[in-house]
């Protein structure tokens, strides 16, 4: 798909575990670089042609090329926590879709785009979360309204998951809008197994 007409300041990753708090995965400020401040993983693997721009605090990337980051050690489909600031160059109730952040699953599989997916994506008045399980039957996911939107203003993105590939009816998926709860979705069995290598922001990975 088309890459994203979208400023993002700070991306943060972080696994989720029980009775503790959040461990740090990935922080990529974008305060002049691409290159994360912090990564459990080996961190960027494709951002030499974006551009920067000023954000809230230091600086923001213009998503208008490829940015991927390497999903190994950055991010785990059990349990986490997805955040960011974003200024979209367009208004909320656009009908054509923007992805905020998408990871297929592994490539060697049939129809990775259907199965073992996480994607975080704008249209029509909705902001959306959704997750595609290993087995077919489409996706599961909730949706927050983002219809009051202007183009170029700054908001706030977050989705959480948990649970995931348990082997029990207790997945919980969460979106908030600006600090404020937007979805979510619990009691359901979720199950994914193997995700790509790499994770986009600002576009589709197809």
């Known amino acids: 798909g088309p890459a994203m007409r979208i400023a993002l300041f700070a991306v943060l990753l972080c696994a989720v575990a029980w009775a503790q708090p959040p461990d740090l995965l990935l922080h990529a400020p974008f305060d002049g670089t691409a290159d994360p401040a912090f990564a459990r993983g080996s961190g960027l693997q494709q951002g030499g042609l974006l551009t920067f721009a000023p954000g809230l605090r230091g600086g ?108 029990q009816a207790n997945a919980e998926l969460h979106l908030y809008l600006d600090g404020i709860p937007a979805g979510a979705l619990t009691g359901k069995r979720i199950d994914v197994g193997p995700t790509d290598e790499a994770m986009a922001l600002g576009r589709d990975q197809d």
């Not at 999903?71 to 785990?76: A, S």
């Not at 990775?112 to 994607?119: G, P």
């Open 60 to 167: 923001a990337v213009s998503l208008t090329s490829d940015c991927l980051f390497a999903v190994p050690g950055n991010f785990d489909p059990r349990a986490g926590t997805l955040a960011c600031w974003l200024r979209p160059h367009w208004s909320g109730a656009d009908s054509t879709g923007h992805y905020v952040f998408c990871l297929y699953g592994r490539r060697d599989q049939p129809e990775s785009w259907a199965h073992n997916r996480f994607d975080v994506h704008c249209a029509a008045g909705q902001c959306y979360f959704s997750v595609y399980p290993q087995t077919p039957g489409g996706s599961v996911g909730i949706g927050g309204s983002i219809r009051t939107w202007r183009a170029d203003e700054w908001h706030h993105v977050a989705v959480t998951w948990s649970n995931i590939s348990s082997g």
